[in-house]
């Protein structure tokens, strides 16, 4: 590598950039594939191809390599076909063509039970708990959040009691949310809320504390009323801040979201990969986890991109992106 390249708070050149992107997702897949396809790697099982003598074993089915020996050897002491098989990892570890195959037929597979939901269903059910979960946190938040960043006393009214309460889980409260709102959707997006509600507040009055104090002083000495300083210096001078805070928030949303999704479910992606896994599909567990990553990656380079263009003299969206 370049040294070039580990230079102490040097901004990386666009090819460097572009070449550890793509090798922070290559080194994970080739990691995955010699694990999958290379015979002297793991591979703790075996893949029956022939059963042989042994009553109990079918093609397909994957036992212990140190049990499949057992039997080998046990076939052969009583001069009877002996059982064949391949290598293999537990059924848990799909290998990467097997994932990439379900990230197709997932979506073009019927659910397996009655009550299940397609993919793309499951998906754009999630999505809106996390939008609506998302836009009432902000709501409240974000208005508070500065609140609390530009007025002393304000922090000091609302900051000691959410500092206490952004350490209670939210999962603790999904009995209360569910007692109180029903089995729906309700207490699904109560604990997106509850999960980054507190966290945003302290987020944003940080980001508003680190405003340039001299802005605010020039606006004084200019003439600006104390009501008009939010509007006029505070939120426009943080917005860049307060933009890139909202793109890792979001994030968090996603992490609560299986968490709130598990809280008598019948819907949504989380119950689609417990649906899939309860019957041994588990390619098509990691295909609905990886779509997950790619819709979060997504969404997030896309509000990177809006993001250099309502902030262009911003050059931290740049770094961060």
Request: aromatic share 10%.
């Amino acid at each position: 590598m370049s040294a070039g390249w580990l230079q102490v708070l040097k901004p990386l050149s666009p090819r460097a950039r572009r070449v550890l992107g793509a090798l922070s997702f290559v080194l994970p897949v080739l990691l995955w594939c010699i694990v999958s396809y290379v015979p002297g790697v793991w591979h703790p099982q075996v893949l029956i191809t022939k059963p042989g003598s042994v009553e109990y074993l079918e093609p397909g089915m994957r036992m212990d390599r140190e049990d499949f020996d057992n039997e080998v050897a046990d076939a052969r002491e009583s001069d009877k076909p002996a059982p064949e098989g391949m290598p293999a990892n537990p059924i848990y570890l799909p290998a990467p063509h097997e994932v990439a195959m379900a990230l197709y037929t997932a979506f073009t597979t019927p659910p397996v039970s009655q009550d299940g939901q397609w993919l793309h269903q499951s998906l754009w059910h999630s999505i809106q708990i996390i939008l609506w979960g998302f836009v009432i946190s902000s709501a409240i938040g974000v208005p508070l959040g500065v609140l609390c960043g530009t007025y002393s006393t304000v922090a000091r009214l609302n900051e000691p009691f959410i500092e206490f309460f952004r350490y209670l889980p939210a999962p603790a409260f999904g009995a209360l949310a569910v007692a109180i709102l029903g089995i729906y959707d309700g207490p699904k997006i109560t604990i997106i809320v509850i999960g980054t509600l507190f966290q945003q507040v302290l987020i944003i009055a940080n980001t508003t504390r680190k405003l340039d104090v001299a802005l605010v002083e020039a606006a004084l000495t200019l003439g600006t009323k104390s009501a008009k300083l939010l509007s006029r210096v505070v939120v426009p001078g943080i917005l860049p801040d307060l933009y890139r805070d909202q793109r890792i928030l979001l994030g968090w949303a996603w992490t609560y979201l299986i968490v709130a999704e598990l809280i008598g479910t019948t819907s949504g992606i989380t119950w689609f990969i417990t649906l899939q896994a309860r019957y041994q599909h588990f390619a098509n567990v990691y295909a609905a986890i990886i779509i997950i990553g790619i819709i979060g990656v997504g969404t997030d380079m896309t509000l990177a991109l809006i993001g250099r263009k309502l902030f262009p003299w911003d050059r931290t969206l740049d770094k961060s992106s």
